[in-house]
């Protein structure tokens, strides 16, 4: 926290008690009391100027002894003046120093930092030194002035917009209570002083009553500032001095008073038994009870009352005091005020930016102005939070089009956080996320909306299926299995028949006496019945033995589970267009780079991937800074217009995708969220209207506006879906056309296979039935040989060769 302390070098010289008595004068000595006796004051004055407060308090405290017979009863008191030139300037500056060394001391107590300023002696304008403050944004100052000067700084703040309640001004001047704060009381401005004049008391009323209709009757002065008849802390001091005095003299009883001589420097006997009889004397006056240390001859027991600026004008807080110290009352009331006290009829300037559907311009065939340009989510939490807490505002779009982020170099903030520590608008009402860097330089109310970083992309063209997507159901690896596990059955089930006895059986039933047995599980039956069984077909085979009808159970209820899951998959894959990406997480971003991929400049997100320490995200971070000035946008709309024109991912809040995806169909959110955060509304550092604004978002969320709100603006027609989509459509050739292919191919194979087997058939016959006609011939030539060639063959000859 910054503190400037503000030092008058031309403060008045004020009397001190010790200066009150410069002449006790006897007229008609006797024994006891004086009949008259003469006071004496010493008072700074312009030359031929009216008298000051002081003079006059000094007059009214010796005609209300002499009025009252309280005190001296028997004696008449009266005066002797003396006036010194108002200019001494070097006891004024004495006394500021004494005071300054002690404020000089708190940074090592308090860990703050202290700025130390003074005010041109030769003139009363403070405009300079003000505007030098607000440029270095100085909000809590302490003035060290007389409560002349006090009020002539606050008219100059009030010109140059100070007296906002973001500045926090504390005065040391005990008169506070005497200015006319009527001008502030609804500025907002954090005001606290001190008091020691007893204001509550019903005597020290009267008493200050009295004093203004006196004060009133005296010459008027030029407007300062000041409230007329009020009595200065000064004036009051005054009064209990006169008094005190008045009590030390009225135990003086043997205390000799003689006249002094200026020019002798023998001092008067008694001084040091009047002084000590001074530190003894108690009274209960306008400053409370009034009593001495009698070693340093400093007051104890009094009371300064803490009073701060409120709309009902100055009001106590706290008291102060020796021994205990400072007391605050003020925070119980606090607590216990109406949400909408701090901001009610308040006037706010509230800064924002363009973005759907958060603030967009209203669209209107007449022209619109002012806050009616606007609409969208956050006008419309805007004027929820104005109807409950009763405050009015202005829009403003931001200046530069940033949300807000620092300067790595500079160090400076732009955007709308720039705007706030500037004090420029009082609110940002806008998608602000919330992020520990701005946490550090402005204040957040508590979230509206909840969401993530998430990634926009293009939505890919949809594929159609193919000639052969009839086998699009089961991977290639499944059908590879599949194909290993018909083969392996199929040989497991030839060894196994051939193995058990069981499945030999006997070709010639009539003749039980047959060694001849036959096996039906030949090598290519077998084969042939694994296919009947995955077709879900009968092969004529059936498995006699324990052995493989265990294996032929068993494939059996494995074909079942295949050809079930396939049917159950088979529509979904020649009915539905596949929608391949090319990304489907933020790992596939990072482990490429033909896609590129940014966010909005001095935005959040950007923030995120600057600020992080996961790997995957900070080597996101490292492409996205390598290519800034290509991969960077101004802002979502340009985002968005990038993802629709060019092969361009955009990382964004998930908010502004589920709204955008919403309206455009060829946009799609990729993946899950990245990070968590919120969206709050920005106030100033120290702004007084934060936990107003907490409040009321608050009852927002728990009167269920905020998911009604949030409902209104991103419910959207949504995309079309297909037609396709809706009902069955008819297979095309498209979709299943490779099974008619596959078909012809089976016609054309088993075409090739038939002749292959009418060849290999052939040529098997041909070599049996040569041996036999070679030994036909044979027999012949035997029966011409013996019978003669004339000799006719018998009938049966023929038979017998066959």
Request: aromatic share 10%; proline share 4%.
């Amino acid at each position: 926290m910054k503190i400037t302390s503000l030092f008058i070098t031309k403060a008045r010289f004020r009397c001190t008690v010790g200066l009150l008595l410069l002449l006790l004068l006897c007229v008609g000595y006797s024994r006891g009391m004086p009949h008259v006796l003469r006071f004496g004051g010493i008072f700074e004055s312009i030359e031929s100027g009216p008298s000051g407060a002081e003079e006059l308090a000094f007059k009214f405290a010796l005609n209300t002894i002499n009025r009252n017979r309280t005190l001296l009863p028997n004696t008449t008191l009266t005066y002797d003046i003396q006036r010194i030139n108002i200019y001494d300037s070097f006891e004024a500056s004495r006394k500021g120093l004494i005071r300054l060394q002690e404020l000089i001391k708190a940074p090592s107590r308090y860990n703050i930092r202290l700025k130390i300023r003074q005010l041109p002696a030769e003139t009363k304008d403070a405009k300079p030194l003000l505007k030098e403050m607000k440029r270095g944004k100085e909000f809590h100052v302490i003035f060290d002035c007389g409560h002349e000067m006090a009020a002539g700084i606050l008219k100059q703040a009030l010109a140059m917009g100070m007296m906002t309640e973001y500045y926090h001004y504390i005065f040391t001047s005990l008169d506070l209570f005497a200015l006319d704060v009527e001008p502030y009381r609804y500025s907002g401005v954090n005001m606290t002083g001190f008091r020691i004049l007893n204001t509550e008391n019903s005597q020290v009323a009267s008493i200050i009553e009295k004093w203004s209709m006196e004060r009133l009757q005296a010459p008027p002065k030029p407007d300062s500032g000041l409230l007329d008849g009020f009595m200065t802390t000064d004036a009051a001091l005054m009064y209990d001095a006169v008094h005190v005095v008045a009590v030390a003299v009225q135990q003086s009883q043997q205390i000799t008073v003689s006249s002094l001589q200026c020019n002798r420097h023998k001092p008067w006997r008694f001084g040091n038994r009047f002084m000590a009889l001074i530190k003894e004397a108690h009274w209960d006056g306008l400053t409370g009870r009034i009593a001495f240390n009698r070693t340093n001859g400093l007051r104890t027991d009094f009371d300064l009352d803490v009073i701060s600026l409120k709309e009902d004008g100055l009001e106590k807080i706290g008291t102060w005091d020796p021994p205990s110290g400072l007391n605050m009352t003020d925070h119980q009331k606090g607590k216990t005020s109406n949400v909408t006290d701090s901001l009610s009829n308040r006037s706010l300037v509230v800064s924002t930016i363009l973005v759907e559907p958060y603030v967009m311009f209203k669209k209107s065939d007449k022209p619109l102005y002012g806050n009616d340009r606007f609409e969208g989510y956050c006008i419309d939490l805007l004027r929820e939070l104005a109807s409950i807490l009763g405050f009015t505002y202005e829009l403003r779009l931001v200046e530069d089009g940033r949300y807000g982020a620092q300067d790595e170099t500079t160090g400076q903030w732009n955007g709308m956080v720039k705007e706030l520590m500037d004090h420029k608008a009082d609110l940002a009402v806008a998608p602000l996320a919330i992020t520990y860097v701005r946490e550090k330089v402005i204040d957040f109310s508590k979230p509206f909306m909840t969401l993530g970083i998430s990634i926009l992309y293009r939505k890919p063209n949809g594929t159609n299926p193919g000639v052969f997507s009839f086998l699009n159901p089961l991977s290639p690896d499944i059908w590879m299995y599949i194909l290993l596990a018909y083969l392996g059955v199929s040989c497991v089930l030839f060894v196994i028949a051939r193995f058990s006895p069981y499945e030999w059986y006997n070709p010639h039933p009539c003749n039980p006496d047959s060694d001849v047995v036959e096996n039906n599980f030949t090598l290519l039956n077998s084969f042939w019945f694994g296919v009947g069984a995955l077709m879900q077909q009968g092969s004529e085979l059936m498995p006699k033995a324990l052995s493989t009808r265990i294996v032929g159970g068993i494939w059996w209820f494995f074909t079942l589970i295949i050809i079930s899951s396939y049917t159950a998959n088979l529509a979904a894959f020649l009915t539905v267009e596949r929608m391949e990406s090319p990304i489907d997480s933020a790992d596939d971003l990072a482990k490429q780079t033909k896609i590129e991929y940014g966010v909005v400049e001095d935005g959040s997100t950007m923030t995120f991937f600057k600020k992080t320490k996961i790997s995957t995200y900070d080597k996101m971070w490292e492409f996205m800074s390598s290519r800034r000035h290509s991969v960077m946008v101004k802002d979502i709309d340009e985002g968005i217009h990038r993802v629709l024109t060019s092969d361009y991912a955009f990382l964004m809040e998930s908010t502004t995708i589920e709204f955008v995806t919403q309206r455009n169909c060829n946009l799609t959110q990729i993946g899950g969220l990245i990070d968590s955060k919120a969206y709050g509304v920005g106030t100033p550092m120290g702004s007084p209207y934060r936990d107003k604004i907490t409040i009321a978002i608050l009852q927002l969320q728990e009167e269920g506006k905020l998911h009604m709100m949030k409902e209104k603006w991103w419910r959207g027609n949504g995309c079309p879906e297909d037609e396709k989509n809706k009902e069955a459509s008819a297979l095309g050739v498209q979709n299943i056309g490779g099974i008619f292919i596959v078909l012809a191919a089976g016609l054309v194979l088993s075409v090739f296979v038939a002749v292959g087997e009418f060849i290999y058939k052939s040529k098997q016959n041909a070599q049996q039935e040569k041996p036999q006609q070679n030994q036909g011939d044979r027999k012949r030539e035997e029966f011409c040989c013996h019978h003669g060639p004339s000799k006719q063959l018998p009938v049966d000859f023929n038979h017998q060769l066959k």
